[in-house]
C-alpha cells in the first residue's frame, strides 16, 4: 500500500538548549556498548522499531551490520531500568562535526511511564559530548505518535518537514516474523 509519509527534521543548536526530564529514578541507567554487536543492535532495530515500520535495515546481512557498526564515528547506547535493557540510540558523528541521533526508542512495555524523557534526555546529553555545533534527529508519521512531542519536549525545534508517499507493506512487521500472525 502507498502512504504519504511527513519526515519532520529537528535540532538543537546549543546544550543550554536542552530540557532535560523532570522525572529522575536512581533504577535508570545510561550505558554505552563496549563492543559490537550486530545482534544486539537488530535486536532494539526489530523490537522498537518493528511496531513502526522501520524496514530499512531489515534484510542487512551480519556483514552489513557489522561494518555499519564498526565506523568509528557510531556508538550505541542502552537505557536500562532496574538492570533490564528498555531502549537504545545509535549516535552518529557527522563530518560536518554534527552529532546525529540516528536510532532511538523504547521497547513497548515501557511506554506511558516516563521513561523516554529521561533516556532521551541521556542521549542528548551524550550526543552534545560528541560535538559543540549541533545536535540533530528526524522522525516521521510512522514512527510512535509521542516521538515529535518528546524531541519537540526536550528542546528540539523543527527546520524541515518533507512529505513523500511511501511504499508500505498493509501492517508493520511487528518485533519479529509472524509476530502479527
Partial sequence: MQRD????YLQMLAASELKPSLRHDPDFRFVQVQRISPELNR????????EWFWLDRLSWSYQQWLDYLSQPTVQTW????????????????EADGSAQIGYF???????????GGILLTAVIQQAWQLTNSRVWVHTC?????????????????????KTE???????????WLGARS
Fill in 5 to 8: 509519509v511527513t519526515t519532520t
Fill in 43 to 50: 535486536f532494539f532495530y526489530t523490537a522498537v522499531g518493528g
Fill in 165 to 175: 508517499p511511501v511504499e508500505l507493506p498493509n501492517q508493520a512487521p511487528g518485533p
Fill in 141 to 161: 508519521t510512522l514512527d510512535g505518535p509521542t516521538a515529535l512531542a518528546n524531541y519537540q519536549a526536550r528542546g528540539f525545534t523543527i527546520y524541515a518537514q
Fill in 78 to 93: 542502552l537505557g536500562t531500568y532496574q538492570g533490564i535493557p528498555i531502549g537504545y540510540c545509535e549516535l552518529v558523528q
Fill in 105 to 115: 526508542g523504547l521497547l513497548a512495555q515501557w511506554y506511558g511511564q516516563g521513561l
